[in-house]
């Protein structure tokens, strides 16, 4: 699996001053931290204001990595591109399923033969509340990439999470969508997620464990892709660890009969584990809450 370090981005408040500061050592270290990752994300939103021109600074910074250019100013995307060391191995971070918008962003991915982010939205229908609805737009942007040549496996499509507690369903339609994308191409396409989503608003103690049991069932679900918070040691090694199926203690075995039950259409509660095991018991029940069989709240890993 491809992880993104999706750690500068400009959500963040210091990120943020720091960009429009340009504070080059504030920006080497965070891509240090990402050096564990496979690509940098460089979320820069507009790229305006103190923000305008920013990838002429910001990349000769970070060009020992490849780098995902995210952001919402398609100049600010052609100008990354332009200055990246190995474009062929950038993201472009990324398009929708709106018609200008695929127009000239699969004519960019086709230029410099990047890889190509596509979110499963439009401006007319936001992000469909079903793996269908998402499946319908992807179906859309994959004809404009093939009739604009673009080759399969630079194509990554993007199901969208959104927040486990703003509508539990979608963690399901995520996983569906992601399994539907990989049974529906030949050619193969990719997928890839921006993990965080998920936890997004929960109490900060939460947010580990559900970002990691979510990502297990995505890789069960034949995830391609993720960004990632790359100062989480830990999600980046179970990732690895599943990966090489390789598990050095008793919960990467549980991590891996979850990825299987996610892959074999199976139910969390046909998996062994021990109850008398707090993180054992953890990791279920939040299988059971991103499943949708529990409800989820705050509090749910202390019922």
Not at 140 to 147: D, H, L, P, R, S
Not at 197 to 220: Q, T
Not at 255 to 281: L, P, T
Not at 282 to 302: C, D, H, M, P
Request: hydrophobic share 40%.
């Amino acid at each position: 699996m491809i992880l993104i370090g999706e750690n500068i981005h400009i959500i963040s408040k210091t990120v943020r001053q720091a960009l429009e500061e340009r504070d080059e050592n504030f920006v080497k270290n965070l891509a240090k931290i990402m050096q564990n990752c496979d690509a940098v994300d460089l979320n820069v939103g507009p790229a305006k204001g103190k923000l305008d021109k920013i990838f002429d600074w910001l990349v000769p910074l970070v060009n020992d990595q490849n780098l995902s250019f995210d952001s919402t100013n398609i100049d600010a995307i052609k100008n990354g591109l332009a200055l990246a060391n190995e474009p062929e191995k950038s993201f472009i971070n990324s398009t929708s399923a709106d018609d200008e918008k695929l127009e000239v962003l699969t004519d960019l991915a086709l230029k410099y033969n990047c890889r190509l982010i596509a979110l499963a939205m439009s401006k007319e229908t936001g992000i469909p509340k079903d793996a269908d609805g998402r499946m319908e737009l992807i179906f859309k942007i994959y004809e404009k990439c093939m009739e604009k040549g673009i080759d399969s496996d630079k194509i990554f499509f993007d199901p969208l999470i959104l927040p486990l507690n703003v509508d539990q369903s979608q963690a399901n339609e995520v996983i569906s969508t992601v399994q539907m994308v990989k049974e529906s191409f030949e050619p193969k396409v990719n997928t890839v997620v921006g993990l965080s989503n998920i936890s997004n608003g929960m109490p900060s103690e939460l947010r580990p464990l559900v970002n990691k049991v979510f990502a297990v069932m995505l890789f069960g679900a034949g995830l391609d892709c993720a960004i990632v918070d790359a100062k989480d040691e830990e999600l980046l090694r179970v990732m690895r660890m599943l990966e090489c199926n390789n598990p050095q203690t008793d919960y990467d075995k549980l991590y891996i009969n979850i990825a299987n039950m996610v892959q074999c259409f199976g139910d969390v509660d046909d998996i062994e584990y021990d109850k008398n095991d707090s993180i054992h018991s953890n990791i279920i029940k939040t299988v059971r809450v991103l499943a949708g069989k529990e409800i989820f709240s705050n509090s749910y890993t202390q019922l």
